[in-house]
């Protein structure tokens, strides 16, 4: 689940720090990282063509230098690595470099503040998440600045320490699920199920929660389960923050499928107001 991950960067940062919270996926079956940067080309013909001149030769040897600082690390870590650098387009190349590399997840995530101080995703990100095969785990810069200074032991029980995860119970939040008895090995102890009614009573709903509950109890976690009434993706968000979660694990689409949707708009807004990283599974 966790075997090669594809980490694009472009050094910011916390991009390290993040890094050092994906190794301890070692203990998930993590073997390998792929490192990649990507020169947007694009955006650089359009600067050179206004007459600045540009020294791609010069770009290529900082981001080398930049990437191997990284790569140092994860084999200090005994992570396997493999740096790519390449030129075109951020979003297709990305999305190239996954499928070519056969990764099992793809870590993105290049969070801003917009002028209302709110929290967006870059477009960047939304676009990976829409177009992967495989599950994006959308990283949260400034969680981590929250806590900067401290440990990288911290970093890394930080991130999978409690999970919060909203069901439907449609395939896709199936899938999510599958994913977390694997998390427990790398430190989660605690687990929050929520549903979010979106009528006025649903039968069955109930048994289905405390069959959760149970499940979950089963691999040894600590379980709570709620049953709230409101919009999905504001109750999920209040929990993920009221409960200090550590990490939103869920599926890209719902009950409300269909092919000519890329992304559920629960999920989306999740990714995109949530102040929490959010594993989101295809
Ligand atoms: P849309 O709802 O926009 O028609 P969709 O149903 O295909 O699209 P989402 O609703 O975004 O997609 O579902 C994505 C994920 O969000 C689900 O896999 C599940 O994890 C979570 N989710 C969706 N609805 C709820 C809900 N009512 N309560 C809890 N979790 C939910
Ligand atoms: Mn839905």
């Known amino acids: 689940m966790f075997k090669k991950i594809l980490y694009p960067t472009k050094f910011e940062e916390f991009a390290l720090p993040i890094l050092k919270n994906l190794t301890c996926?070692?203990?998930?079956?993590?073997?390998?990282?792929?490192?990649?940067?990507?020169?947007?080309?694009e955006a650089l013909f359009i600067i050179r063509d206004s007459g600045f001149p540009i020294d791609f030769d010069r770009i290529r040897d900082k981001a080398q230098k930049e990437i191997n600082r990284f790569a140092e690390y994860l084999e200090t870590e005994g992570v396997a690595v493999k740096t790519k650098i390449v030129e075109g387009s951020l979003v297709s190349e990305i999305l190239k470099a996954a499928n070519e590399e056969d990764v099992s997840l793809i870590v993105a995530g290049r969070q801003k503040r917009d002028i209302l101080g709110e929290l967006f995703v870059g477009s960047t990100t939304d676009r990976i998440i829409r177009k992967s095969a495989v599950p994006v785990l959308v990283a949260k810069y400034h969680v981590l600045?929250?806590?900067?200074?401290?440990?990288?032991?911290?970093?890394?029980?930080?991130?999978?320490?409690?999970?919060?995860?909203?069901?439907?119970?449609?395939?896709?939040?199936?899938?999510a699920k599958q994913?977390?008895?694997?998390?427990?090995?790398?430190?989660?102890?605690?687990?929050?199920?929520?549903?979010?009614?979106?009528?006025?009573?649903?039968?069955g709903i109930k048994e289905k929660l405390a069959n959760l509950e149970q499940e979950f109890q089963s691999q040894g976690f600590k379980v709570s389960v709620q049953l709230i009434k409101g919009k999905p993706y504001a109750e999920i968000n209040k929990i993920a923050t009221e409960?200090?979660?550590?990490?939103?694990?869920?599926?890209?689409?719902?009950?409300?499928?269909?092919?000519?949707?890329?992304?559920g708009s629960v999920s989306q807004r999740v990714v995109e107001y949530s102040e929490k990283p959010v594993l989101v599974v295809k």
């Open 179 to 203: 994913y977390i008895p694997t998390l427990h090995k790398v430190g989660a102890s605690e687990i929050i199920v929520v549903h979010v009614l979106e009528t006025d009573f649903d039968l």
């Open 25 to 41: 996926l070692k203990a998930a079956g993590l073997e390998e990282v792929i490192l990649m940067n990507v020169i947007e080309t």
């Open 145 to 175: 600045k929250e806590t900067a200074g401290e440990t990288t032991e911290q970093y890394c029980t930080n991130m999978f320490r409690k999970i919060l995860y909203p069901t439907d119970w449609s395939s896709s939040a199936e899938r």
């Open 243 to 263: 409960e200090d979660v550590s990490l939103i694990v869920m599926g890209s689409h719902g009950k409300g499928f269909t092919e000519a949707i890329f992304w």
